[in-house]
């Protein structure tokens, strides 16, 4: 792996742009979109986590993208590797770290519902067979597979084999359980749901892990940079026009907005995975435009909030 980093800051949940006619990986048109994003002044990249739709992906797809992003990203790359077996997302994790990954991000097996101590188990096995090679960092987000509750998460943090945790699940309950438990032995805390991030960044996470962030990179940076800095107002602004964002995010499936921003700024990401139906298609346009008339007073607002 290359030389660890601890993923503060903002840390994008990238796409994965394919092709227009087979769903295959667009490999130049990742590389661009990364080249976007650390230009936009984000501090690390995530690859095929959920934003990046990674089971439309065959395996072979999924490592030979990652071996160019990682030659080509001037900032850290932690790359998903989330599978519906163990065995899966052991050979995916031993395949990034030869691919020079900074970390590695894995979810419960997903489709299929896991007990607790099933989960605790899957992860202290992956663990022992990585040996220490990797930062490793769980992934808990309900919404796609089973759950990693917060009392599983912190005993499973609590034995010093893993880096941190990125937590989508939303809840800031969950995540002062997380920062109380961090006190004791230290870990990272990663936030994945945009909602919660500024509150949670100001009592202890070391950073977030955004799905907007590549849609809108400017927007998180700014963001980012009012909370370090305790600008109330601005905070208030940037939160302002990322929930407008995220109420039109899950009018669709995701990361169908994510992908209809970015065509907009000129990016390429391929067709939605599944097609939407009438009603579905005239709200995307609406969405169109609505983003249209959205951006420009987002840029200039993050332009405006940066502190240099």
Not at 150 to 168: P, Q
Not at 274 to 293: H, I, M, T, V
Request: aromatic share 12%; charged share 20%; hydrophobic share 45%.
């Amino acid at each position: 792996m290359r030389h660890p980093t601890d993923f503060g800051g903002v840390n994008v949940a990238a796409l994965t742009p394919q092709r227009n006619q087979t769903y295959e990986a667009d490999i130049e048109a990742t590389l661009t979109l990364i080249s976007f994003l650390a230009d936009a002044g984000v501090d690390g990249i995530v690859l095929f986590g959920s934003t990046g739709e990674f089971p439309h992906f065959p395996f072979e797809d999924r490592i030979r993208l990652l071996q160019k992003a990682v030659k080509h990203s001037p900032v850290p790359v932690m790359a998903g590797i989330g599978h519906s077996t163990f065995d899966g997302a052991v050979e995916l994790g031993r395949q990034a770290c030869s691919a020079g990954a900074s970390g590695l991000l894995l979810m419960p097996p997903y489709f299929f519902r896991y007990n607790q101590d099933d989960i605790h188990e899957f992860y202290m096995r992956f663990a022992s067979v990585m040996g220490g090679s990797a930062q490793i960092f769980l992934y808990n987000i309900p919404l796609f597979t089973s759950e990693i509750t917060a009392e599983t998460a912190v005993a499973l943090l609590r034995t010093g084999l893993f880096a941190g945790i990125k937590d989508s699940g939303g809840e800031y309950g969950y995540f002062e359980q997380l920062a109380s438990a961090s006190k004791e032995t230290p870990f990272k805390i990663l936030i994945g749901n945009d909602r919660i991030y500024s509150r949670a960044r100001k009592a202890g996470a070391h950073g977030m892990v955004s799905g907007v962030a590549c849609a809108v990179p400017e927007l998180q940076v700014a963001l980012k940079d009012a909370v370090a800095k305790d600008h109330t107002a601005k905070i208030e602004r940037l939160n302002g026009f990322l929930n407008e964002f995220i109420d039109w995010f899950f009018k669709f499936p995701t990361p169908v907005a994510v992908k209809v921003a970015l065509n907009e700024r000129g990016l390429k990401t391929g067709p939605p995975a599944s097609p939407l139906s009438d009603a579905g298609r005239k709200r995307l346009d609406q969405f169109r435009e609505w983003f249209r008339a959205w951006l420009p007073l987002v840029l200039r607002e993050s332009e405006t909030c940066v502190i240099k």
